[in-house]
């Protein structure tokens, strides 16, 4: 047999054997066996060029380096078709169909409550208020006798409070902040001179027993404003627009008198009832009263202002609290407060 009739059956004989190499593995025992760099067959060929008698050898090289071009070529043909073949395979036998879009991420978004305080706290710094922050571990004496609840009195009765088991000269002292009114005390402190403006979200703790409108946690905002001339006239200024904000433009308000050491006078705002509009004798929200209770205020207590070294005879302010889930529940028509902290994602992403 010639030598070039010997490379055009190797020629055959590897492209055949590559025609039916079924996959990855088989074409690369493919190439040890015809380009392996000892023992590969078209190496081997190759490598006779220089035994090719000189007559002979331009066109036997010239011929051989033709069909390793050639099958080295065929072998990347080969690799792409079957790469090709296991493509179409994956999409048409299998059940996996490559062509699917990919399933949609879920995205987080921000607590009811959260999103509430937030929109407060933008209505109330739009108002020029900034905004502060406490401790939800406090002082008694920042969270009652500060705020003028001294020890026994009957006031302390209103927050069922939670205390920290830690006992200093034998009395404990430290506790869950049960409102967030102790940072008028902390704000006042360590503001030299009017003017103050500022409000103070939170987490506030009770000891409570649970039920729709009450939980033992529950979040406020605490608001105060002390200048020389503040009125009461500014505490429904501020009020009433923050009630537009987050309740629509077309909300009315009415104070009540109400008790709260830390102020005089006190009240209570309500919201005219947007379920029933006053007309609903059975309404849940506002129980036929055409109003909703939603925070309490006051003039700030003159024996406050007076604690902070300012003189009460020109200085004056005021302050409110506001419960924030409160604001949430009336805002989406929520029935019951527990939903918050129950951690219900069906819940939750409804908003
Ligand atoms: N701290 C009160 C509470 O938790 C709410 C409150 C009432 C805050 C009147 C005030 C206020 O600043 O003036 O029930």
């Given amino acids: 047999m010639s030598n070039v009739s010997a490379l055009e ?34 190496t081997a060929l190759l490598r006779a060029i220089k035994d090719v008698p000189a007559s002979e050898r331009a066109a036997y090289g010239a011929s051989a380096n033709a069909v390793k ?7 990347e043909g080969r690799r792409e078709a079957l790469k090709q073949a296991a493509l179409r395979a994956l999409s048409t036998e299998s059940a996996l169909d490559v062509t699917l879009p990919g399933r949609p991420q879920v995205i987080g978004r921000l607590h009811p409550v959260t999103q509430t305080m937030r929109d407060c706290l933008k209505a109330f710094g739009d108002m020029g208020f900034r905004v502060a922050e406490g401790p939800e571990v406090e002082w008694d004496r920042y969270n009652f006798d ?8 009957p006031a302390r009765d209103m927050w069922d409070t939670i205390w920290v088991n830690t006992l200093i000269d034998g009395k404990r002292h430290m506790l869950l902040r049960t409102h967030t009114s102790p940072n008028q005390v902390r704000v006042l402190e360590r503001t030299p001179a009017p003017p103050v403006r500022v409000v103070v979200p939170g987490k506030c ?19 105060l404003a002390v200048d020389e001339g503040v009125r009461m006239s500014d505490l429904k200024g501020v009020l009433y627009e923050w009630s537009r904000q987050m309740f629509g433009q077309d909300r009315k308000i009415i104070f009540h008198h109400s008790y709260f050491p830390f102020v005089e006078p006190g009240v209570e705002m309500a919201i005219d009832c947007f ?12 129980h036929g009263t055409g109003w909703i209770e939603i925070l309490g205020a006051g003039m700030v207590h003159p024996e406050i202002i007076e604690t902070a070294g300012y003189d009460s005879s020109k200085v004056t302010g005021f302050a409110f609290g506001i419960g924030v889930e409160r604001v949430a529940l009336l805002r989406w028509g929520i029935e019951d407060i ?4 129950a951690n219900d994602i069906r819940f939750l992403s409804q908003f």
């Fill in 9 to 42: 059956g190797l020629r055959e004989e590897a492209l055949a054997a590559l025609a039916a190499a079924p996959d990855e593995s088989a074409l690369e025992q493919w190439r040890i066996t015809f380009f392996g760099r000892q023992d590969g067959r078209v």
């Fill in 69 to 75: 071009q050639e099958l080295e070529g065929a072998l």
């Fill in 146 to 153: 500060g705020v003028r609840i001294p020890e026994d009195h």
């Fill in 205 to 223: 703790y009770r000891q409570e027993a649970t039920d729709a409108t009450h939980e033992w946690m529950l979040t406020q905002i605490e608001g």
């Fill in 275 to 286: 379920i029933c509009r006053g007309n609903g004798k059975e309404c849940r929200t506002c």
């Fill in 338 to 341: 527990r939903n918050f902290y």
